[in-house]
């Protein structure tokens, strides 16, 4: 009788490992630079993600600055955009600069937020009604 309900097991087994691979854990996502990213690139990614978003801890003096290297800061600053924009894949692309991880890239005093979302900063250049 067991034999009866293996196939089940194994297409429960098989759509559950799927849909892991497809989406992020729900205890959290992050997108943080991807490795062997241009410098070119992700200096482009900082600068057009701190017109929209904090990234005050990688300045210096913040939580997030040591270590001050370029990965590092994108890092942040990808996972901040992404945190504040819908959390899909597709904030998380930046010309393939990014990558999703469900390994949360906090360390020390620097905290990455994963699911619960961060506020992005107000938008002075939209009109107001």
Not at 41 to 63: M, R
Not at 100 to 126: F, Q, R, V, W
């Amino acid at each position: 009788m067991a034999s009866l309900h293996r196939p089940q097991i194994i297409i429960f087994l098989s759509l559950s490992l799927l849909y892991h691979s497809f989406f992020p854990s729900a205890e959290g996502s992050w997108c943080i630079a991807k490795k062997g990213a241009s410098e070119t690139q992700l200096a482009y990614d900082i600068d057009y993600i701190c017109q929209t978003v904090e990234c005050g801890p990688t300045q210096p003096g913040g939580t997030c600055f040591i270590p001050d290297t370029l990965v590092s800061h994108a890092s942040y600053a990808l996972n901040a955009y992404y945190q504040t924009h819908g959390m899909h894949a597709s904030d998380c692309d930046f010309f393939g600069s990014a990558v999703l991880t469900d390994t949360d890239p906090s360390y020390g005093p620097c905290y990455y937020p994963g699911i619960k979302k961060i506020e992005a900063k107000p938008d002075h250049n939209k009109s107001k009604l």
